[in-house]
């Protein structure tokens, strides 16, 4: 237990124990000049604390210990605002064992303190913002009462945030932490995160083990990453120190899940005469590695880690041996995924986003291979045990499970014993999995059907029981006895009702089976079993609320063994409540959860203020080349269907379909992915044809993804696709007001080696004159698209749009016909919507296009006309491919497909992606430390460094990189009036000789012939655009010239001082905000450890003479509106102010040098 203060300022918080004190605050300029998610923590004796004008935070109650800090993206500064998190109460439970005094406790109240600003302060701390703090006559000497104070102060308590209106940035990461679901051990003494014979919970009463700080499992501590500063901290501390840390009991992690235990009553009496107790107790711990709510986190990812994964160790205590046992749940470790929203969550429909019929599986099995062997080295064996069904969806996703066990099963034996021993897989450990219909089950023999089944009739089943057995360690001596060598892996659907029934039916049998072993008069014990069914079903309720937002489903089955009336209305009653939570609450809990666990965008890492990390940081930073190389990935964007024209170079194939089914009520609805199926497979059978007849595609169908006709595809080579992690797919819908998806943007983006790419495919509002409809789409689409951990399409080192952007030319028919068919490409691209609106900055800011070489795409279908049906619709480029980042263009051009009334474009890249190699990295990691460690210190780190920083003479740098060679756009022309050629009607001889702006462009001759044109049409456009740049400063400017993205200016980098200059400084090296790092000199004589928070001196107040002259420098008061100032005396050496020219229209043709009406 300890006790917050906080000081106003400088701003800092005091956690104050008997003995000492545990300060947070931030650097104070003297340490550091960068602004960033740093925090500075101090461990002092109480003594050394001056403690007069401190502030008593939360009304004196105690506080149970830190939980860590977290830094929370803010509106109201670029710079992450970073707060404290403290358990401000907690229910004790019931220990695990009846003699022990180890007790774990439940979180019930947490609170969020900012370390940057008092402008979130509750009404406690609203005493803060009034300035000086007079002392309370308390028993406290040093104890201000906030309450007072404020009440004293000012009229209201109110924080500022709460007076302007402004939610709490951390409200929903309270509500879930508050939720009843965290679970800590009491006093720190133990470590909860870990299971029985990992750790020794017995000999950790006696403290014979480490402290849990340092042997957690992080799979399944959920403030790791919350905690890692002060973690750090600790380790940096004396070890005397450190054990006095220790002492406190300050720092706790958490786990979420279930905890719960039980006293059974043994029938036996003890030597001293009393009846004997045993503790029946359990401990599910849920990872979070892939955590989320249920429609929103399914499956595995890049990294082999399943949604839904909990460990779950049943423990039965007796005063001679205590037993454990440990079962685990999680997602069917496969890429698929169900509708997030609306009536898909009732209709339970499953989509595999990979290893699909028109894909091999090697795309999806690295991922299943990484998961397994991480079990095999966790639990030693594993036995699956898949409750899927055998109709439906369910059965699609069962038979993909098995296919992927059985080549992992065979890659495993074909292994030699040395690769084995380096996966730490040894001989003996297996994989099996056990399918079983539970449902099928259920509905022929009951619920004790399936008991029957998995104690009798499964005998793979039972070889694997007896085969894994259990652990048992010595209640005495603290000596493990026996070790659990494997774990059954048990799936369902959603992990929760089936999974939890089954777990409790193994686990039954389980412990019997040790109470056979060790003749217990236990065993068939009646009041047992009831415990042990009670806490199954509360676990299974708990874990469901977790991740469902309900309670289980099967709990009557669980509890009674069978299935009741009254459990049938129960459950549907929750199956509504799922339903209802899945739509509207969910949202918010997936961004509560991600905020937690630091996976938000625009988060940073929360990292503890050391000058030497910093300074090994931003040496790698400078040596980046040594350890990291620039890779080219070819890639291949185009709209529509590509029917094989594209190059087989290309290592990634981005293809974009609109309108892919009609657009009816019913596909609006609820839309029909057996199209997109039937083109996935078309595209497939296209490269396998390619590869030759009997030979493997060299490709695989990486991921797709569709709104109502908006789809998208990615196709990758095998060997680009094991670079490739973190795939995650997005839609928005814009139709009606964004309710409908006729209308919309899809999005598939992954890391590519360590580089972030972001796919985009549209379909705007269509309609010639809706350009500001269209421009509206494009905003919402590109604010509103969100990828997990909300990430955004700008937050991408490379981003390519490929769609149908329905922009149109903003000329007749007959214009625009008659300029397209004589190939006079410049009328028409000067009215092209989509440039006008560009060059405007209404949308696709910082994008690039290459120049349009080919004519419009809108055509009529089946034939090479324009459209000759009654609608005459007007010829336009309304499919365009859009692009920013490191990307070089070789092709942009049209496809002569003729089924539909667009053209297919595509366009192909040569894309820079930066791969590090992680070896390299360390090793230098190791050289800059050790140089900062020996006698050289920070002369050492010159010397090896310097070289590699950039010049002074480079002003500026970026954060991304910036394309080697970027396509000019091609200008827009001017507007072509009503005394245009082809409209004789209305022209005249002086309106047909009026002067173009001059255009950076390739001349197209309209005497070629449309084959002889097309013949490197690009290859022409980019050398005439590159000849042109240097006769480009001398033409006169275009006023509608698209200006390029502003930059934003950065310092320049500061050259290191060598160790003879007069002036030499240690420097210490810190991020800046932007992520970059930048230079800072602190004094020589500054020491590592940062210095005592110094005291707050109280100023005595200095009288005030109003009869006496006002100072020099006081400024004057600001008068009302209605009562005019006198001016103030002229002083003879002013300047007058400069004469500033009024900035000319730019957009005024006259006054940029052009003629009226040009």
């Given at each position: 237990?300890?006790t917050?203060y906080l000081?106003p300022?400088p701003r ?7 003995t000492?004190?545990l300060?947070?605050r931030q650097?104070?300029a003297?340490?550091s000049?960068?602004?960033?998610s740093v925090?500075?923590a ?7 604390v ?7 935070v939360t009304k004196?109650r105690?506080?149970?210990g830190?939980?860590g800090?977290?830094s929370v ?8 605002e970073?707060f404290?998190?403290?358990v401000s109460?907690s229910t ?7 003699s022990?005094a180890?007790?774990p ?7 969020f303190?900012s370390l940057?600003s ?8 609203a005493?803060?913002s009034?300035?000086s ?5 308390s ?14 102060s000012s009229?209201s ?24 679901g ?5 006093d720190t003494?133990?470590d909860i ?6 750790t020794?919970w ?8 480490a402290?849990p700080l ?5 799979r ?5 990453n919350?905690l890692a ?7 940096a501390?004396?070890l005397?120190?450190r054990?006095k ?10 786990i ?5 235990s039980?006293?059974?009553?043994t029938g ?6 009393k ?5 029946l107790?359990?401990?599910s711990?849920?990872?979070?590695k892939?955590?989320g ?9 890049d990294?082999g880690?399943?949604a839904?994964?909990?460990e779950?160790e049943v423990?039965?205590a007796t005063?001679?041996?205590?037993f ?11 890429f698929?995924?169900q509708?997030s929203?609306?009536?898909?969550t009732?209709q339970q ?7 699909t019929?028109s894909q091999?599986?090697?795309?999806s099995?690295p991922a299943?291979?990484?998961h397994f062997m ?8 594993i036995?699956a045990v898949n ?15 098995s296919?992927h066990?059985e080549?992992?099963?065979?890659t ?6 040395d690769?084995k ?7 003996d450990?297996t994989?099996?999995l056990?399918p ?21 009739r499964?005998r793979?089943?039972v070889?694997s029981?007896q085969?894994?057995g259990?652990?048992a ?13 494997g774990?059954f ?25 040790f109470l056979?072993?060790?003749q217990s008069?236990?065993?068939?014990s009646?009041a ?13 309720d ?6 469902a ?14 299935k009741?009336?009254?459990?049938l ?10 339903a ?7 949202k ?8 937690l ?5 625009g988060q940073?890492q929360?990292?503890l203020f050391?000058p030497?990390s910093?300074?090994?940081n ?5 040596r ?7 890779r080219s ?14 190059p087989d170079?290309?290592?990634v194939?981005?293809?974009a379909?609109q309108e892919i089914v ?16 039937m083109?996935?497979?078309?595209i497939?059978?296209t490269f ?11 490709y695989v169908?990486y991921r797709s993804e569709?709104?109502v ?5 990615v196709?990758v080579?095998?060997?680009v ?6 795939v ?8 009606l007001?964004?309710?409908s998806?006729?209308k919309?943007g899809?999005?598939?983006r ?10 985009m495919?549209?379909?705007?509002a269509?309609?010639?004159s809706?350009?500001t409809?269209?421009?509206a ?14 990430k ?9 749009w490929s769609?149908d ?14 300029y397209a ?10 009215m ?11 949308v696709?800011n ?5 120049p349009?070489t080919?004519?419009?795409?809108y ?6 006309e324009y ?9 336009a480029?309304t ?12 092709v942009?051009?049209r ?25 390299k990295?360390?090793?230098i990691?190791?050289?800059?430390k050790?140089k900062?460690?020996?006698g050289?210190g ?7 460094t310097?070289?590699?920083?950039p010049?002074p ?7 991304r990189?910036?394309?080697s ?5 091609l ?16 022209a ?9 702006l ?11 012939s449309p ?5 490197g049409s690009?290859a ?18 275009n006023?509608s010239?698209r200006?390029p993205?502003p ?8 050259t ?8 030499f400084e ?9 992520g970059d790092?930048?230079?800072v000199t602190?004094?020589s ?8 928070l ?10 005030l ?11 004057p008061p600001?008068?009302?509106?209605n009562?005019e100032?006198?001016p103030p005396?002229a002083k003879?050496?002013?300047k ?10 730019l ?7 052009f003629?009226?009406?040009?």
């Open positions: 237990m300890a917050l000081r300022s800092a918080f005091f956690l104050l124990t008997e000492h004190a300060v947070f650097p104070h003297s340490e000049k960068a602004a960033r925090v500075v101090e461990f002092l004796p109480v003594q050394d001056d403690m007069r004008g401190l502030v008593k004196g105690p506080i149970e830190v939980l800090v977290t993206p803010s509106d109201r500064s670029p710079i992450p970073i404290l998190l403290l109460a004790p439970l019931s220990p695990l064992q009846s022990s180890l007790r406790a439940r979180v019930v109240g947490v609170e303190y940057t008092s402008f979130w302060d509750g009404p406690e701390l005493v803060s009034y300035g703090l007079a002392e309370d006559e028993d406290d000497p040093y104890y201000v009462s906030s309450f007072q104070a404020a009440s004293t009229p308590v109110q924080s500022q945030a709460a007076a302007q209106g402004v939610e709490h940035p951390c409200a929903g990461m309270k509500k879930y932490l508050e939720s009843g965290f679970f800590y051990a009491q003494k133990w995160s870990t299971r029985m014979g990992e020794n017995l000999q950790a009463e006696k403290g014979q083990t402290h340092e042997t957690f499992d992080e399944f501590v959920w403030n790791a919350l500063p002060f973690i750090a901290f600790r380790s501390l004396p005397d120190q054990d840390l220790d002492e406190q009991a300050l720092l706790i992690p958490v979420q899940g279930f905890v719960g039980s006293p059974v009553s036996s009496w003890s030597d001293d005469g009846p004997e107790i045993v503790a107790g359990m401990i711990r849920l990872s979070w892939r955590a709510a249920r429609f929103r986190t399914r499956g595995i990812d990294d880690q399943v839904n994964f909990v779950t423990i039965l005063p001679s041996v205590t454990s046992w440990v079962i685990v749940r999680g997602s069917v470790p496969l698929w995924q509708p929203q609306g009536l898909g009732l429909k499953v989509e595999i986003t990979r290893a019929d091999p599986p090697q795309a099995q299943f291979d990484k991480e079990l095999l080295q966790h639990y030693h064996s036995h409750l899927l069904g055998q109709k439906d969806a369910e059965a699609m996703l069962s038979a993909s499970y296919d066990l080549s992992l099963k065979h495993l034996e074909k292994m030699s014993p690769e021993s380096q996966l730490e897989a040894e001989q450990r994989v099996e056990t079983y219909d539970f449902h099928a089950t259920v509905r022929t023999h009951g619920h004790e059907g399936v008991r029957y089944d998995f104690a009798t499964l793979e089943m070889i029981r085969k894994f259990w652990t360690v010595d209640s005495q001596s603290g000596q493990i006895v026996e070790q659990q060598r774990a892996r048990v799936n369902c659907l959603d992990c929760l009702d089936r999974t939890n029934y089954v777990q409790d039916v193994l686990s039954l049998l389980t412990l019997n089976a056979e072993s060790v008069p236990m065993l068939g009646a047992l079993s009831a415990a042990h069914r009670e806490l199954w079903a509360d676990n299974g708990r874990l469901s609320k977790i991740y937002g309900t309670g289980a489903l099967n709990t009557s089955a669980t509890r009674s063994g069978k009741t009336f009254a459990g209305l129960s459950d549907a009653t929750k199956s509504i409540g799922r209802y939570i899945n739509n509207f609450q969910d918010d809990k997936q961004a509560a959860i991600d905020m666990l630091g996976m938000m965008a940073r929360v990292i050391d030497i910093d300074s090994v931003s040496a790698l930073n400078a980046i080349k040594e350890y990291s190389r620039s990935v070819t890639i291949f964007s185009g709209t529509w269907n590509l029917n094989g024209k594209a170079e290309a290592d194939y981005m293809i379909f009609e657009l009816t009520a019913g596909q609006i609805l609820q839309t029909d992915p057996a199209k997109r199926r083109w996935e497979k078309y497939m059978d396998a044809t390619r590869k030759g007849k009997g030979k493997q595609s060299d169908l569709q709104l006709g908006t789809a998208l595809i196709v080579k095998h060997g696709a094991s670079a490739m992690r973190h995650e797919s997005a839609t928005k819908k814009t139709g007001q964004g309710l998806g006729n919309g899809v999005g598939i992954f890391n590519l080696f360590d580089s972030t790419v972001c796919f495919t549209c379909h705007l269509a309609g010639h809706n350009v409809e269209r421009n789409d494009y905003r919402t689409i590109d604010s509103g698209l969100k990828f997990l951990r909300g955004t399409i700008e937050d991408h080192d490379i981003v390519i769609a952007f329905n922009y149109r030319i903003g000329l007749s028919n007959e214009e625009v016909r008659g068919e004589t190939d006079q490409m410049d009328q028409l691209l000067g092209d919507q989509l440039m006008q609106a560009m060059d405007a900055g209404d696709f910082g994008y690039t296009e290459a349009i080919f004519r419009p795409t055509n009529d279908n089946g034939t090479d459209d000759t049906s009654d609608k005459a619709r007007i010829p480029w499919d365009r491919v859009l692009y920013k980042g490191q990307l070089k263009l070789s942009y051009d496809s002569e497909l003729r089924t539909s009334d667009h053209r297919p474009v595509y366009a192909i890249f040569e894309a820079k992606v930066r791969e590090v190699d992680h070896g990295k360390d090793k990691t190791r050289e800059i050790g900062l460690n020996s050289e920070f002369a050492g780190l010159e010397e090896s310097a070289q590699h920083l010049s003479a480079a002003s500026s740098s970026s954060s990189p910036v394309p060679t970027i396509i000019p756009k200008p827009p022309r001017p507007s072509v009036s009503s005394a245009n050629p082809l409209s004789a009607s209305t005249s001889a002086t309106s047909s000789q009026k002067p173009q001059p255009v950076r462009k390739p001349t197209i001759d309209s005497s070629e084959s002889e044109r097309k013949k690009v022409s456009a980019i050398s005439a655009f590159e000849t042109s740049r240097s006769t480009a400063a001398a033409a006169p400017r006023p010239y200006k993205p930059t934003v200016a950065r310092s320049s980098p500061v290191l001082p060598t160790k003879d200059s007069p002036t240690s420097p210490s090296i810190t991020p800046a905000s932007t790092y930048m230079i602190t004094p004589s500054a020491r590592a450890r940062p210095p005592v110094p005291a707050r001196q109280p100023s005595k107040p200095v009288p003479d109003l009869d006496e002259s006002p100072p020099k420098d006081l400024m600001v008068m009302p509106d009562i100032a006198a005396a003879a050496d002013k007058p102010p400069p004469v500033v020219a009024k900035p000319t229209n957009r005024s043709r006259s006054s940029a040098g003629p009226p009406g040009v």
